[in-house]
């Protein structure tokens, strides 16, 4: 298995801060692996619901986690401050591929790194759902920059 390098913050779009808490601390001393998860899932959702993409108790179409994963490369401890990095990786026509960076107070490489895939489906029967033009374009806005480049055919159809 290849590990990966962590990323650097200019590989990222959009960020938000987060506290560690007393209450984050595991046995071994430091945040324990799965409150990074709480992270990426209040990047994720933070960016939405601050575009006007999501309502959590109104929108009729809500992203669900359908896969995720996280990679580590440094511990971090209380009291630091976490600076999550946000951008995107893989558009479908149902769900939508979130890269989520972790940074150390000012460090400017990353201590974990993590992907979560939200599949978009009415909120009421859970049967999928195309993005919705405002999700896509948002979505699109905030795509990896690496990830364009790779793709020739998005070139001149993504505004970066």
């Not at 595991?26 to 993409?53: C, K, M, P, Q, S």
Request: hydrophobic fraction near 40%.
């Amino acid at each position: 298995m290849t590990r990966t390098k962590p990323r650097p913050r200019s590989d990222f779009h959009w960020f938000c801060q987060v506290n560690t808490q007393w209450k984050d601390i595991d046995i071994y001393g430091h945040v324990n692996n799965a409150v990074h998860y709480t992270w990426f899932d209040t990047a994720v959702n933070g960016w939405l619901v601050e575009r006007g993409l999501l309502d959590p108790v109104r929108s009729e179409t809500v992203g669900l986690v359908v896969r995720t994963s996280c990679e580590y490369f440094d511990e971090v401890v209380f009291p630091d401050l976490v600076t999550c990095g946000l951008c995107v990786s893989r558009v479908g026509t149902t769900s939508v591929t979130y890269e989520i960076s972790l940074f150390r107070n000012d460090r400017d490489q990353s201590f974990a790194h993590g992907t979560f895939v939200h599949a978009y489906v009415d909120r009421i029967t859970h049967r999928p759902v195309p993005l919705s033009e405002d999700l896509r374009h948002a979505v699109l806005q905030i795509k990896s920059l690496v990830e364009i480049l790779a793709e020739p055919d998005r070139r001149a159809k993504v505004d970066v």
